[in-house]
């Protein structure tokens, strides 16, 4: 049974960002930290007062990812490499859709190259090619493109993020 990397997980907020304060994501569910919903557990992110802490936001989201990895190796019939598992997981933890992929089937028969071409049979909405792109590349070559500098967003009061007040933050030290 594998787990996350360390590298892997920089890689996944990277692709996520964060939000310290409450938030809604783009299908308008309340969300806190790095995709964390009501539906992985406490703390409800409507009832969250103030902001998270980036340690606590990391914390958080390394709870929240063992399930997810937990389902990678639920479904692989072969070994894989640790940045393929670690591309899995990210895949996965955007679309919940791992049991029911045609690149885990592709992959379980030994078809490694079609595997890594499925990942962008996953492209909507069209904003999500870039991030695919990544998880294809993780997948197929290895390449872990986060250096441990992730974007955390502000919210406004109303869940919304302000996308261009980014900063840029070193988080490899929390891991």
Request: aromatic content about 8%.
């Amino acid at each position: 049974m594998l787990s996350v990397s360390k590298r892997g997980l920089i890689e996944l907020i990277g692709h996520e960002a964060i939000v310290q304060t409450p938030y809604k994501d783009s299908k308008g569910v309340w969300t806190i930290g790095v995709g964390h919903t009501r539906s992985a557990g406490p703390p409800d992110p409507r009832s969250f007062g103030g902001a998270m802490t980036l340690e606590k936001v990391v914390e958080l989201f390394q709870a929240d990812i063992g399930k997810f990895a937990d389902d990678v190796n639920s479904v692989l019939k072969v070994t894989v490499s640790q940045a393929e598992f670690d591309a899995l997981v990210s895949f996965h933890f955007n679309t919940g859709g791992i049991k029911r992929a045609s690149l885990i089937k592709s992959l379980n028969a030994g078809d490694r190259k079609k595997a890594a071409e499925e990942f962008m049979n996953w492209n909507k909405p069209p904003e999500i090619v870039g991030r695919r792109s990544k998880e294809q590349k993780l997948f197929a070559e290895g390449a872990y493109s986060g250096a441990g500098k992730v974007t955390v967003y502000p919210a406004d009061d109303s869940g919304s993020v302000q996308w261009k007040k980014g900063r840029s933050v070193d988080i490899s030290g929390m891991m």
